[in-house]
């Protein structure tokens, strides 16, 4: 930031508003704070705040949940997601983002839309080995974009899964992923101290969304929820193509 006054309070309500959305529907944190915070902060600022305050989130969330947990269904996701991230990092040292963002984008899009206006899909039956799949794909996604746990909530939401069932399953998965792109920023050296202040001044923010969003969370009922995911991915993907 260059310290105009009105930065300082537009962070802290993208902080806040993240927060909310991320405790509400368990994802789209780094979705709703990059549209504003990159007017602000160097895209570089944006993505070690993303994954630091992304983690405290999910991490929170996840604890609340702790006693659904199912390792049996979480770690083919994160065996796969522990394979795919340091390859969707790889592929960013030789490909070209932007066409691989909206590729990712044009498919979220039509997606959301399709179940959206067709809401009596089938649930989808799947192994072990159909989960891992996702799970790579889903680390690849991280590692290109930043969006830890996208797929994961599409295969959630494929397979019929209730929704406390999806939430503990690709929260767990997105903290897994923002974990390892954290090791990998950090090894870079990439934390300024301007980071790690805009870090602290955001906590308070960051812990009300937080707060407020799992409140909501369990005041909506199964088919509200479905319509929230559908609605962010639909975001998702006009972000990731515009």
């Given at each position: 930031?260059?310290?105009?006054?009105?930065?300082?309070?537009?962070f802290?309500?993208?902080?806040?508003?993240?927060?909310?959305?991320?405790?509400?529907?368990?994802?789209?944190?780094?979705?709703?704070?990059?549209?504003?915070?990159?007017?602000?902060?160097?895209?570089?600022?944006?993505?070690?705040l993303?994954?630091?305050?992304?983690?405290?989130?999910?991490?929170?969330?996840?604890?609340?949940?702790?006693h659904?947990?199912?390792?049996?269904?979480?770690?083919?996701?994160?065996?796969?997601?522990?394979?795919?991230?340091?390859?969707?990092?790889?592929?960013?040292?030789?490909s070209n983002?932007?066409?691989?963002?909206?590729?990712?984008g044009?498919?979220?899009?039509?997606?959301?839309?399709?179940?959206?206006?067709?809401?009596t899909?089938?649930?989808?039956?799947?192994?072990?080995a159909?989960?891992?799949?996702?799970?790579?794909?889903?680390?690849?996604?991280g590692g290109?974009?930043?969006?830890?746990?996208?797929?994961?909530?599409?295969?959630?939401?494929?397979r019929?899964?209730?929704?406390?069932?999806?939430?503990?399953?690709?929260?767990?998965?997105?903290?897994?992923?923002?974990?390892?792109?954290?090791?990998?920023?950090?090894?870079?050296?990439?934390?300024?101290?301007?980071?790690?202040?805009?870090?602290?001044?955001?906590?308070?923010?960051?812990?009300?969304?937080?707060?407020?969003?799992?409140k909501?969370?369990?005041?909506?009922?199964?088919a509200?929820?479905?319509?929230?995911?559908?609605?962010l991915?639909?975001?998702?993907?006009?972000v990731?193509?515009?």
């Amino acid at each position: 930031m260059d310290g105009l006054p009105i930065e300082l309070p537009l962070f802290l309500l993208a902080t806040f508003a993240g927060a909310l959305v991320a405790g509400l529907s368990g994802f789209a944190f780094g979705l709703v704070v990059s549209s504003i915070w990159l007017y602000m902060l160097t895209p570089l600022q944006t993505t070690t705040l993303v994954i630091a305050f992304g983690l405290i989130v999910q991490g929170y969330s996840v604890w609340k949940l702790r006693h659904a947990l199912d390792w049996h269904k979480l770690w083919p996701f994160m065996l796969g997601g522990a394979i795919g991230v340091p390859v969707g990092v790889t592929i960013l040292t030789w490909s070209n983002p932007v066409h691989v963002r909206i590729g990712i984008g044009a498919f979220l899009v039509a997606y959301s839309l399709y179940a959206w206006f067709r809401p009596t899909i089938a649930p989808v039956k799947g192994a072990a080995a159909a989960d891992a799949s996702v799970g790579f794909l889903n680390g690849v996604l991280g590692g290109l974009t930043g969006l830890a746990g996208i797929l994961v909530t599409i295969w959630c939401g494929l397979r019929g899964w209730p929704k406390d069932a999806q939430r503990t399953v690709f929260q767990p998965v997105a903290v897994t992923v923002f974990l390892m792109t954290a090791l990998w920023i950090g090894a870079k050296g990439a934390v300024t101290r301007d980071t790690f202040e805009l870090f602290l001044i955001g906590l308070p923010a960051l812990f009300a969304g937080t707060w407020l969003g799992l409140k909501l969370y369990g005041r909506i009922n199964e088919a509200t929820f479905r319509k929230i995911v559908l609605a962010l991915l639909l975001v998702s993907g006009a972000v990731l193509i515009f």
